[in-house]
Every structure is written in C-alpha cells, then in structure tokens.
C-alpha cells in the first residue's frame, strides 16, 4: 500500500517553461513533506520542504505547494533549465519517526 | 558531495551469501537511515540508528540487520542473499533522531547473481 504516490513516472518540458511535478499522499498524520532530486549514479539531494502547517514554501526557482484537503503536494520549477533534468522524488515525513517516506519518483526531462 | 561516504560502490555476489556495508555519516550528524531502492521502485524505508541505539525500524527482512558503532558510522549486514536483494542500498544522515533533512550517500549498488 502506497502512501505517497507520484503518478507521473515521467515528465518533458521545454527549457524556461514550468515544471510541474505532483504528489498525492494518503496518510493525514504526515507532518513534513520533502522533495529530492537524484542525478544518475549519485544519491538523492534534498531539495525543498514544507511543514504540513504551511500551504505554500519558495526558494529561488523552486516553490512547493501543498494542498491538506486533497492530500496533494505539487513542486514548480520556474524557469525550467537543462540542468533540472533528474528523477524527482517526493517523501513524506511519518509523524514522531524521523524516517521518510518516498514516491517512485518522476523522471524529468528539460528540453534545450 | 553531502558529506556521507559509502562503501563499496558495487557488489557482486552469489546467492546463499552474506555481505556487509559500511556507511559514514556527516561529521556531527548522529542519526544514520538505511534505505533500499529496487527497480522502478522508491527508496523503501529500512532501519534508521540514532547515536548507536535502533530508532526505527521499516520494511527489513529478517535476514537483515545493522549496527552503528561508536564512532558512529553503521554497517548493514544482509545474509542469505536472493536474487530479489539486487538493489541499491542508500544510508542517510540528520543532526537529530527527527530531523526533516536527511543527506544521502552515493549508495551501494548490489547485485546478486
């Protein structure tokens, strides 16, 4: 049983348009969610978070939203660059358990 | 680079074996998570140590265990291997026991043959 679900395996975009990656979770006790990206052969390296108390949190071209009523989080990347090309993963903090929680990932492609 | 160093980078071996990996957290960091990410799959949840007690514990396998030592760097020992434990094995650090921001190695890919 998924509890955090990326739906979109992959993703293209044209450079300097938006990204827009999405996840739905199912557990409301989720208190953190987290968005990392993974670079071929590297581990995952955070990216950006949000506290659940929060709806919204932006840092530089990067902004997450989230949504409690829909259980929906969405990451936008504005512009989108050649270099955001990378397998983005969402995750999702379990409450007092520091561990986290992750989606398959979407495999975003940035198109010169 | 995140700080967290993983050792091997690659592993072959047969099935009916057992292997070990090593893992060094950020300097300062005191809670080590053990992760692993099968084909088209995420990064499932394995064990998580906190300044060298079990913190947590997700979807390990009996045939799995890990240890951190004093130093504070964590080994995960699987044995009995199966083909199905082809995976890449990723181990994590935070500052804290529930710290939001975990910075990953860059894993251990095992293969089992």
């Known amino acids: 049983d998924q509890q955090v679900k990326q739906n979109s395996p992959s993703l293209s975009v044209q450079e300097g348009r938006i990204s827009i990656l999405n996840c739905d979770y199912t557990?409301?006790?989720?208190?953190?969610f987290l968005w990392y990206k993974k670079y071929p052969a590297e581990g995952p390296t955070f990216l950006i978070s949000i506290s659940s108390i929060k709806d919204k949190n932006e840092d530089g071209r990067f902004t997450v939203f989230l949504n409690k009523s829909a259980k929906h989080l969405s990451l936008h990347i504005v512009p989108s660059q050649p270099g955001d090309s990378a397998v983005y993963f969402c995750a999702a903090r379990g409450g007092s358990q520091g561990n986290l929680i992750f989606g398959k990932g979407t495999k975003l492609s940035v198109k010169p | 680079d995140s700080g967290v160093t993983q050792t091997p980078k690659h592993l072959i071996t047969a099935t009916g074996q057992r292997v070990t990996l090593r893992c060094s957290p950020r300097?300062?960091?005191?809670?080590v998570y053990w992760y692993q990410q099968s084909l088209d799959q995420g990064l499932q949840f394995l064990i998580q140590y906190y300044n060298g007690e079990e913190r947590a514990k997700g979807n390990i396998l009996e045939r799995f265990s890990a240890q951190q030592f004093p130093d504070l760097h964590s080994e995960l020992n699987l044995s009995s291997l199966e083909l199905g434990d082809s995976a890449l094995y990723f181990c994590?650090?935070?500052?804290?026991?529930?710290?939001?921001?975990?910075?990953f190695g860059p894993g251990t890919r095992l293969t089992v043959t």
């Open positions: 557990n409301s006790m989720f208190d953190y």
């Open positions: 994590a650090s935070s500052v804290a026991g529930t710290s939001y921001e975990q910075y």
């Open positions: 300097s300062g960091d005191l809670s």
